[in-house]
């Protein structure tokens, strides 16, 4: 079903997703609260708001909170410490409850103080007009009405670092490695990392039993400095002893020995630590994952590590809805067992189907998208470090541009080099049946070898703050109807920079390019091969596949290269809640090298809601250079960053 460009309507249905909220997760989504009020995510949306009455004896409070400074982030900061502040609307169970509840409010605030070298900060508290160190063992309140309390806080000079002395094992270490320079601010968590940051480096050595054996600091109110001194005891250089694992019930601990990558006699690194851990939390079949090193060394000098798991559901299933203003409504489902054999071997089935409704027949079944498909993953297969997938797909597919029916069955093999660098290599084998603007019923019978090169260093998937990504992918093809040959290349950097202190500001940037060797003429390539953009997942503003060259008659043929870059400033404005601007540039191109004569720019702007499983992504976008008739804006959500 193709459209010239002169009539190409906005579209969103590869934007805006409601299965996000209809799946059977929709537990983890939805928080519980009274009749008469509903919250998602965490935030009120209507109705009554009412305080938990259900505890002993409640006692209200009303707060005056002076946090003694004008600048925004100390102010913002000793705010959010205030437990006193953020439950000023619930009641405190008791009135001696209440005493306990501000003195832990106290201590609070000058960890906070202490946090920022302010050493000399005073925080005053009284409770009903009295001091809060003046007040009996069993006070008692006046409860006619809500008791008041009040926080002043005189947050008082900075303190500097003054001496800092290294002592035992860590006196080999320079101070200034550690953030520990004379003069620079002496807040106390640089100081505790420091701390813990020397016990690694000597872990580091190879020395697991290295540990903290003096922590002074002795501040100076007169001079505002801080005098340090630590001691850090390395201990002996030992490996890796046995490997034990606990908890195991169906997933063999044989395997989780095995595919944690832990060897008895092998040099002990607590980086190899985590990432063993890690590695085995990825599989999904686990709940909990912990490492466990014994505090002494066996007889023959190693170290014991035990690996206890606990394991979670292994059959899942769940379900989810998706609408389109163009496309109508979906439905999608899935099926999936992960831990099939005992070795953590996933199997998962899916299904879809789009176009329900709006612009097309529900009446014919013909008319809607379908999608199937199972997929086969055995990690740690023929070695540790290596992952097999395996997979058969079938869907139909009506773009503005061309219907496609496609089965495709693929078999392929990641090998990871290290923790950032992964290759893989396949095979692939698809049948294609396309209507496009070469003609109806063309079919292919395509055989490829993809091989690819994986790099990835960000420190978050998911809400990334440094680091980069990078992805390369080479796939020599050969279509047994037309006995043609071709070759695509597609490559992608990423890169992320956070700023400020708590990368309160992080800026993004994403380049990807591709292009299609050999096939003699454009129609003897698959529709499903060709190059296009514009959509969510590259130019933001415009449709899905609107960004393509466009023959004589007004259809979009696709390309045989295509370039787009994409830059993000994402900026936290509370800690859940950020805005994104955005810039998106693209272009498509008959010829393997763009000429950039056709570039097509997005602009935008996006919110992103954080929660525990990645950010919620809501993005509005314009096109800056329009196509006639085109789309005028786009609206594109998610889960996680665009990228």
Excluded: C
């Amino acid at each position: 079903m193709r459209r010239p460009s002169g009539s190409i309507l906005p579209k969103f249905s590869h934007a805006f997703r409601l299965g996000l909220v209809l799946t059977v997760a929709s537990p983890l989504l939805l928080s519980a609260a009274p009749a008469g009020a509903f919250e998602l995510f965490g935030i009120h949306l209507f109705g009554e708001k009412q305080a938990d009455r259900d505890i002993i004896d409640p006692v209200d409070y009303t707060l005056t909170f002076d946090a003694g400074t004008d600048q925004r982030d100390l102010r913002k900061s000793l705010e959010r410490t205030s437990l006193l502040l953020a439950d000023e609307e619930k009641p405190v169970s008791g009135d001696l409850g209440l005493v306990i509840k501000a003195r832990d409010d106290r201590d609070r605030l000058i960890a906070t103080l202490y946090e920022r070298a302010l050493y000399g900060g005073i925080v005053k508290m009284t409770i009903d007009g009295r001091d809060i160190d003046q007040l009996p063992p069993n006070p008692t309140f006046d409860r006619s009405r809500p008791v008041p309390v009040t926080v002043s806080i005189e947050p008082g000079a900075e303190f500097t670092l003054g001496k800092v002395s290294l002592e035992g094992d860590a006196s080999r270490l320079d101070p200034a490695d550690f953030d520990l320079a004379p003069g620079e601010p002496a807040g106390s968590l640089v100081i505790l990392k420091a701390a813990q940051k020397m016990a690694d480096t000597l872990k580091a050595e190879s020395r697991p039993l290295a540990r903290i054996s003096r922590r002074d600091v002795v501040a100076d109110h007169d001079t505002k400095t801080v005098d340090v001194t630590i001691a850090v005891d390395a201990g002996p250089v030992a490996p890796l002893g046995t490997v034990s694992v606990k908890g195991a019930r169906a997933v063999n601990a044989d395997f989780i020995e095995r595919y944690s990558r832990l060897r008895p006699g092998q040099k002990y690194d607590p980086e190899q630590l985590r990432k063993a851990a890690e590695r085995l939390r990825a599989l999904g079949v686990f709940s909990s994952v912990t490492l466990k090193e014994d505090e002494t060394l066996a007889d023959d000098g190693s170290l014991p590590v035990g690996i206890v798991v606990s394991e979670g559901k292994h059959r899942y299933f769940g379900f989810g809805a998706s609408y389109s203003s163009l496309d109508g409504a979906g439905l999608e489902g899935y099926w999936g067992h992960r831990n099939l054999f005992g070795n953590a071997e996933s199997l998962r089935i899916e299904g879809a189907v789009r176009g329900l409704g709006e612009s097309r027949d529900v009446t014919d079944l013909s008319s809607l998208d379908y999608t199937a498909g199972i997929t086969f993953i055995k990690p740690g297969a023929f070695f540790p470090s290596a992952t097999l997938e395996a997979s058969i797909k079938g869907s139909t597919l009506k773009t503005d541009f061309y219907d496609a029916a496609t089965v495709t069955g693929k078999v392929a093999l990641a090998y990871e080099l290290t923790d950032a660098d992964t290759v893989s290599a396949g095979v692939s084998l698809a049948y294609d049946s396309i209507d496009d603007a070469f003609g109806d019923d063309n079919t292919y019978l395509t055989f490829g070898v993809p091989v690819g090169y994986i790099r990835d260093t960000r420190d978050n998937r998911l809400n990334p703050t440094e680091g980069h990504y990078g992805t390369v992918t080479v796939t020599p093809s050969y279509d047994f109807f037309g006995q043609t040959a071709f070759a695509s290349v597609e490559g992608s950097i990423s890169a992320y920079l956070g700023l400020g202190a708590e990368d309160r500001v992080v800026l993004a940037g994403k380049l990807s390019a591709g292009a299609l060797f050999g096939g003699g003429d454009l129609s003897d390539i698959p529709a499903t091969r060709r190059f296009f953009a514009g959509g969510g997942g590259s130019v933001r503003g415009y449709s899905f596949q609107e960004i393509t060259p466009y023959n004589a008659a007004g259809d979009g043929t696709g390309g045989r290269s295509y370039t787009t870059a994409s830059v993000e400033a994402r900026i936290g404005i509370t800690d859940t809640i950020g805005i994104v601007p955005f810039l998106d540039v693209g272009t498509v191109a008959d010829d393997t090298v763009p000429d950039f004569s056709d570039l097509r720019m997005g602009a935008g702007v996006g919110l992103r809601y954080m929660t525990p499983f990645g950010p919620l992504r809501l993005d509005v976008a314009m096109p800056l250079k329009r196509y006639d008739g085109g789309s005028r804006y786009g609206i594109y959500a998610g889960i996680g960053q665009s990228f």
